[in-house]
């Protein structure tokens, strides 16, 4: 009997396992294996539903998760038919689809093909186009080019839109130089249209790589395609603000924990999530707003909530939402990206984004885990528990982050277009890309040019991160004019100061004077190897040359009547190591906006406020020299060589644009002046009545280039505490005392104290700020 039953429970065990592989309910190890094999060729199986453990990564990753499909108003049939014609070059990817060759000889050079007569385009491609021909990727000449970019205007591709150009498949099929689409560029922000917005641009791209906002991950051709974010018309072409992080607040919450304000569809792609926010909303800490008041016939397709949505909707303002919220929820729209991204990261506000199958903006390079909060549309009402759940050190870690990648990548138009430059870049030459240290940390990408070094340790900006210091001497770098007429001169005894200095590993002559070369016993003996070269075309921007010469880190530029002492060049190497990436010396200038002429001006008066160091007595970092030679307009630099001026204002304001930070100031004994004395050369430019003029004229095309004025000013002076003047009145009320021998503890609590003292400064400029708001307002 017993064995009867057993034999009856084994048989019905059986039939019920029978029957779940017959549905699908188990799956089988080797199934299982098949399944991995084809997610490995490039086949996407349905994801299950996902099980959460840790708070704070509650939602799935977005890297991990296919597009819904619902509301959607077209068949699957449909949809394949649709991504065949727009991606016939689906499988394309740098390997198979672009020609490596055409880069070979000229390096990276875009061509822009030359706008045809009558073709319409948009100030936001023409922004996109000039950006393009203002880089130092740009070439005129076809025959150089490696990537080739449509005068046509691609950007918007939805045919309702008064912007959308016709008959584009024909014109572009027409370019002698289309070949299928290969090394093109397509840049585009808008594509479909109502109602279904899929992603078809209206004609074949062919092998062309696509710049796209709001593509999804299944359309997304990994390391082929670039993901853009959505932007404004509004968006500025060139500089653009900065991030609204004016101090760290701790603890870091604000007066909302989490914020949305924007449009409600009532039907339609992306109506779901937006129709359900209301469930979340609770008017107090998580405001949630949404209106139907949108389109000629809301009234007419109105529901019932739409009246107390609307009145609800009016009663808070946007801006001031966004400036008080820990988090900003970022849900899909029409299409997958939304405006609300780039507000959201520019307020300091921790995106919380909710649209499924969204390609990130640059997931390429940006870890996005450390900026966002990516959540899933089908989770939503688990969404206030999680972010709630986030640990205020994480939430401090997030508002940093959006602020360094939105003033690194997304500021401007500029920003947006050469970061997807250079992410192309970076794919053709593979072994001078960046790493994603370079791309996620401060001062991004744009800045760190792999072309200078593969290691990391050759910039000033990861020491901290690598746990090492810079090499322990300096190169000096003598820029000499004048001719060598007399043992007397400046230049001789400057030479022999700096010679003397214990960090001192060598001295460059660069030799810029009409004369010949003197001869080696007119220089005097050294302790330290002096080597002297000819400058390149003679021309000012040459002393800022990356030498091979040159082979410590630090770099102390000198003019050649430059008057220092031994232990004050002792003092400024060691303070520069203290801030590697800084501009750190003696003579110390300002800028200030002059209301009247509504323009930049230039200041050599003695007062607490400096912004700039001048190079003629300045330590900094080589690469410097790199990136003013590599990064830099040839438009500027010529301008710099014409003028034979303010090549050291141009170099703070590359420095402060790459930091963000203002350069250190160090007390002289003998106060530093823009006169010379003798007035029978070159060097005499110091006292042309001009040249304060010109030093006017370049702070604002210098700042104009730059999109904004990149200068920080500061008060912070630093002064040898043996030997050194008294107290004047240049120091300010931040001067700091410091022994001639430094040790590494003292580097460490100086360079707190610094950064402790321009914290200060910051606050309170920002409440002197605040007050003039409320008084403007009362």
Not at 257 to 274: A, E, N, P, W
Not at 301 to 312: G, L, S, Y
Not at 619 to 634: E, G, K, Q
Request: aromatic share 12%; hydrophobic share 35%; proline share 6%.
């Amino acid at each position: 009997m017993q064995a009867k039953k057993r034999y009856l429970i084994l048989l019905s065990a059986g039939a019920c396992l029978a029957l779940l592989f017959y549905l699908g309910g188990v799956e089988l190890p080797a199934a299982r294996r098949s399944r991995q094999d084809r997610s490995r060729s490039g086949y996407r199986p349905e994801q299950p539903w996902p099980h959460y453990s840790d708070p704070l990564h509650a939602f799935l990753p977005w890297d991990q998760t296919d597009t819904e499909d619902y509301n959607l108003h077209i068949s699957p049939t449909q949809k394949r038919d649709v991504n065949r014609s727009v991606y016939r070059g689906k499988r394309c990817r740098m390997d198979s689809c672009f020609d490596f060759s055409l880069c070979q000889k000229n390096g990276f050079k875009v061509y822009v093909y030359p706008q045809q007569k009558g073709e319409k385009i948009s100030e936001s491609y023409q922004n996109i186009l000039s950006t393009i021909e203002g880089s130092r990727f740009y070439t005129s000449d076809p025959g150089q080019a490696c990537l080739f970019v449509l005068s046509l205007d691609t950007l918007d591709r939805d045919q309702l839109s008064p912007q959308y150009v016709h008959n584009l498949k024909t014109k572009v099929q027409s370019l002698p130089l289309w070949n299928d689409g290969r090394n093109h560029l397509i840049f585009n922000l808008y594509s479909g249209t109502w109602p279904d917005y899929t992603e078809d641009l209206g004609f074949d791209i062919g092998q062309a790589m696509l710049a796209k906002a709001s593509i999804g991950s299944e359309n997304f051709r990994p390391n082929f395609d670039v993901s853009i974010p959505l932007f404004s018309k509004e968006h500025p072409r060139t500089g653009g603000e900065r991030g609204f992080l004016k101090y760290n607040s701790i603890p870091p919450f604000r007066k909302y924990m989490l914020v949305f304000k924007g449009k409600r569809y009532l039907t339609g792609i992306g109506s779901d999530t937006r129709n359900a926010l209301y469930h979340v909303h609770n008017g107090e800490d998580v405001v949630l707003l949404t209106t139907c008041k949108h389109g000629k016939d809301w009234q007419k397709h109105k529901d019932a909530r739409c009246d107390k949505d609307n009145a609800e909707y009016d009663k808070y303002d946007y801006k001031e939402m966004l400036h008080n919220s820990t988090f900003c929820l970022v849900p899909r729209g029409r299409r997958l990206g939304s405006f609300r991204f780039l507000e959201a990261l520019q307020a300091a506000c921790v995106p919380v984004m909710l649209s499924n199958g969204w390609e990130l903006p640059f997931s390429e390079i940006i870890d996005w885990n450390t900026a966002a909060v990516i959540g899933d549309e089908r989770l939503l009402l688990q969404i206030p528990t999680t972010v709630r759940s986030i640990h205020q050190d994480k939430i401090l870690s997030l508002r940093q982050q959006t602020q360094f990648l939105w003033e690194a990548y997304f500021s401007s138009v500029e920003k947006i277009v050469l970061t997807t430059l250079e992410i192309i870049q970076d794919r053709v030459l593979e072994h001078g890309s960046r790493s994603s240290l370079m791309w996620n940390s401060h001062p991004g990408g744009l800045f760190a040019l792999p072309q200078y070094s593969g290691y990391l340790g050759d910039f000033p900006f990861y020491y901290a991160t690598l746990g090492i210091k810079p090499y322990p001497k300096f190169t000096a770098v003598i820029h000499a004019v004048s001719p060598l007429v007399s043992q007397s001169q400046p230049i001789l005894k400057l030479l022999v100061a700096v010679a003397k200095s214990q960090y001192c590993a060598q001295i460059i002559v660069l030799w810029n004077c009409d004369k010949p070369l003197p001869a080696k016993h007119r220089w005097p003996a050294t302790s330290v190897p002096v080597i002297v070269i000819e400058g390149e075309n003679k021309v000012m921007s040459s002393r800022f040359l990356p030498y091979e010469s040159i082979v410590t880190d630090a770099v102390l530029s000198l003019d050649e009547d430059t008057v220092l002492s031994t232990t004050e060049v002792d003092f400024a190497f060691t303070v520069w190591q203290s801030f590697p990436e800084r501009i750190v010396g003696y003579p110390a200038r300002s800028h200030f906006w002059d209301s009247n002429k509504e323009r930049w001006g230039y200041t050599s008066k003695w007062t607490n406020d400096y912004s700039m160091v001048l190079t003629g007595a300045a330590m900094f970092h080589r690469y410097y020299h790199f990136l003013y030679t590599h990064y830099l307009p040839s438009s500027l630099k010529n301008m710099v060589d014409q003028l034979a001026n303010c090549e050291d204002i141009l170099m703070n304001f590359l420095v402060s644009a790459v930091t963000k930070l203002p350069p250190i100031k160090i007390t002289q004994k003998k106060q530093y002046k823009e006169t010379m004395m003798g007035q029978s050369s070159r060097a005499s430019r110091w006292a042309d009545p001009d040249h304060f003029a010109q030093r006017q004229t370049c702070m604002n095309k210098f700042a104009s280039w730059f999109g904004a004025m990149p200068l920080v000013h500061s008060q912070v002076s630093l002064r040898p505490q043996r030997g050194s003047a008294p107290r004047s009145a240049a120091d300010g009320q931040h001067g700091v005392d410091l022994p001639d021998e430094v040790p590494q503890l003292v580097h460490d609590l100086l360079q707190l104290l610094v950064l402790l003292l321009q914290l200060l400064q910051e606050m309170q400029r920002h409440e002197k700020e605040t007050y003039k708001l409320t008084l403007q307002k009362h």
